[in-house]
T-cell receptor
Framework: DSGVTQTPKHLITATGQRVTLRCSPR?????VYWYQQSLDQGLQFLIH???????AKGNILERFSAQQFPDLHSELNLSSLELGDSALYFC?????????????FGPGTRLTVT | DQQVKQNSPSLSVQEGRISILNCDYT??????FLWYKKYPAEGPTFLIS?????DKNEDGRFTVFLNKSAKHLSLHIVPSQPGDSAVYFC??????????FGSGTKLNVKP
């Protein structure tokens, strides 16, 4: 158990809908990262938040947005969903201070868009 | 444009032998490189990392080698064990803020 929790585990929704994925980082971790893993692909970095502030953006679509709240949990909002958004979405947390820069990953949320 | 590539989708090794997983990258400005292991239905788990200013880091059975001139990273597992069977991802850190992951190599260690 990494200490990172993600809810829900599975989500099935229709095209055009909007969903919110939630992540609670490990106790004490200030950084939260979101990733998308499509079928047989690597993890695509979406966005990084540190202590409530956005620090870096990857290939995140404009239909997607995220935020990190004062209690450090984070939410990833996906709107106007398309079939191609079906994927595993991982959240990871870290202290972001080195020396190894390791991240701790949650179990993921599997999103299926029908 | 994939900045981190793992060109071998799979690798099969006999128990007790060495497993060598490879990774190539294109961005010479990466600060850190990391290896993660992933079992089905779980999130990736950190294994080992190396700073861009070093060329080797060892932790138990795991050693990571960095060849900056070739922009090449490798993970050696010695000796390999059946429990090492998993998907291995290499990752690179840019500006200490943004991670790039490879597509993964599935390692199968045969008993």
């Amino acid at each position: 158990d990494s200490g990172v929790t993600q809810t829900p585990k599975h989500l099935i929704t229709a095209t055009g809908q909007r969903v919110t994925l939630r992540c609670s980082p490990r106790s004490g971790d200030l950084s939260v990262y979101w990733y998308q893993q499509s079928l047989d692909q690597g993890l695509q970095f979406l966005i990084h938040y540190y202590n409530g502030e956005e620090r870096a953006k990857g290939n995140i679509l404009e239909r997607f947005s995220a935020q990190q709240f004062p209690d450090l949990h984070s939410e990833l909002n996906l709107s106007s969903l398309e079939l191609g958004d079906s994927a595993l979405y991982f959240c990871a947390s870290s202290v972001t201070a080195g020396p190894s820069y390791e991240q701790y990953f949650g179990p993921g949320t599997r999103l299926t868009v029908t | 444009d994939q900045q981190v590539k793992q060109n071998s989708p799979s690798l099969s090794v006999q128990e007790g032998r060495i497993s060598i997983l490879n990774c190539d990258y294109t961005n010479s400005m990466f600060d850190y490189f990391l290896w993660y292991k992933k079992y089905p239905a779980e999130g990736p788990t950190f294994l080992i990392s190396i700073s861009s200013i070093k060329d080797k880091n060892e932790d138990g059975r795991f050693t990571v080698f960095l060849n900056k001139s070739a922009k090449h990273l490798s993970l050696h597992i010695v000796p390999s064990q059946p429990g090492d069977s998993a998907v291995y991802f290499c990752a690179a850190l840019e500006n200490f803020n943004k991670f790039y992951f490879g597509s993964g190599t599935k390692l199968n260690v045969k008993p």
